[in-house]
């Protein structure tokens, strides 16, 4: 999406301003909004089109999808968890799929970080090393 530096800056502006504690506030951003609307500012269009991306791109790196090629069971999600708050944060949040074309393990995705311990993408792996190989 092509948009001007004024409504880029005004879009980037806006989304600082949308933070409390270090952390997105829906109220502030629903504010941000209202205020957006009203106002019609040059390029508010624009600037609101920028602004739900930044805000997407923000919510995106705050949830953790994990992938499994079964089910797991209620300790170990538990103890995934936990684990992804102690180290990215309390505000995570967690999603649990079930992904049977994994084989195995796990395959972890926060925002635009993937960690892939599945038998899938390790067998994947062994693949491009054997074709770079011959």
Do not use: C
Request: charged content about 35%; glycine content about 6%; aromatic content about 4%.
């Amino acid at each position: 999406m092509k948009i001007s530096k004024e409504a880029r800056k005004l879009s980037r502006s806006l989304f600082r301003h949308s933070f409390t504690d270090g952390r997105l506030d829906n109220a502030k951003v629903a504010a941000v909004v209202k205020e957006l609307v009203e106002k019609k500012p040059r390029h508010y269009l624009d600037a609101l089109k920028d602004l739900q991306r930044l805000v997407r791109l923000e919510l995106e790196r705050r949830h953790a999808v994990v992938e499994s090629a079964n089910a797991l069971d209620a300790a170990t999600t538990a103890k995934i968890t936990s684990d992804l708050k102690a180290r990215y944060g309390s505000d995570i949040t967690t999603e649990f799929k079930v992904a049977p074309d994994l084989i195995g393990g796990l395959r972890v995705q926060l925002g635009s970080d993937v960690w892939d311990g599945s038998i899938q993408g390790r067998l994947a792996r062994l693949d491009q090393d054997l074709t770079r190989a011959s």
